[in-house]
């Protein structure tokens, strides 16, 4: 890959998790990659444009673009770059901020981060080294941006976010939706276990608090009538379950939104 007289630098790389990376609102100022390895994560940039991502898949980042991230088990790795050269780099590889996630990319691309990851910890990151594992990772996601989409069997997960939609959230439950797939429950669970290293119920649960967060910042509804609208069978459950996953109350985090609407 060519870049010309344009320049990119090394900025960071990293192993991150819920734990070392807790969830909230970010404001990047570099151009990066993050490839989630375990769990489910989401990115979500409006109310309107928002990502769920499981192990495998890869999002671009990009400076001035902030987003709020949210999970409950998750892990990830990151690389950060900058320079004259980052964001013509991104335009070649067909990434942009309209156009800025990739589905289950090649496991070269986790080598390749693995490989910069470990240089930057032992700090022997050289200009030389960086770029040619960055041109590596651009060269597989260019690779995957030029070929022609194809319809994939949805994964089970999948279906599960699918039926929940189709029911309005309403009634969810794991034997149920096991029942509408006709199979059984045991394989929904282990599914949700083995691809996204989280309990189906759990899924569930995030599937249901995705939708109250939506709600909470697109409509002015009051808080019980969310709870409803989400799937949760009382006001109180859900006051307890979003306290739990995101640290506020449901309208202590509708105001800390407000500012974001804009974006």
């Known amino acids: 890959m060519n870049i010309g007289k344009k320049g990119i630098v090394f900025k960071n790389a990293s192993v991150l998790s819920r734990k070392t990376c807790p969830p909230g609102r970010k404001h990047p100022v570099n151009y990066g990659f993050n490839y989630i390895t375990a769990g489910c994560v989401e990115f979500r940039y409006s109310a309107k444009e928002m990502y769920t991502l499981h192990p495998g898949d890869l999002i671009a980042i990009f400076p001035d673009d902030p ?25 070649t590889i067909g990434l942009a901020p309209k156009k800025r996630m990739v589905r289950n990319v090649p496991v070269q691309i986790r080598t390749l981060t693995n490989q910069i990851i470990k240089a930057g ?7 030389c080294f960086f770029l040619a594992r960055l041109f590596g990772i ?55 276990l083995k691809q996204l290293h ?13 939708r109250a967060k939506e ?5 002015p509804y009051k808080v019980a009538c969310i709870s409803g609208a989400a799937g949760f069978g009382s006001e109180k459950h859900f006051f307890k379950t979003f306290k739990l996953n995101t640290g506020k109350t449901p309208l202590e985090w509708r105001d800390s939104e407000k500012p974001s609407r804009s974006f």
């Open 215 to 219: 709600l909470l910042v697109s409509t």
């Open 67 to 91: 987003f709020q991230l949210d999970g409950e088990s998750f892990h990830y790795q990151f690389v950060s770059f900058n320079g004259t050269g980052a964001g013509y780099f991104f335009a």
């Open 138 to 192: 651009g060269d597989l996601i260019h690779q995957i941006n030029r070929q022609p989409v194809r319809k994939q069997k949805p994964s089970y997960p999948e279906l599960i976010k699918q039926i929940a939609e189709q029911r309005d959230y309403q009634q969810l439950s794991i034997a149920s939706m096991a029942a509408e797939l006709n199979v059984c429950p045991d394989t929904l669970r282990k599914a949700c």
């Open 121 to 127: 910890m032992e700090n022997r990151i050289n200009p």
């Open 198 to 210: 989280m309990p189906a119920n759990s899924y569930l649960t995030q599937i249901k608090l995705a």
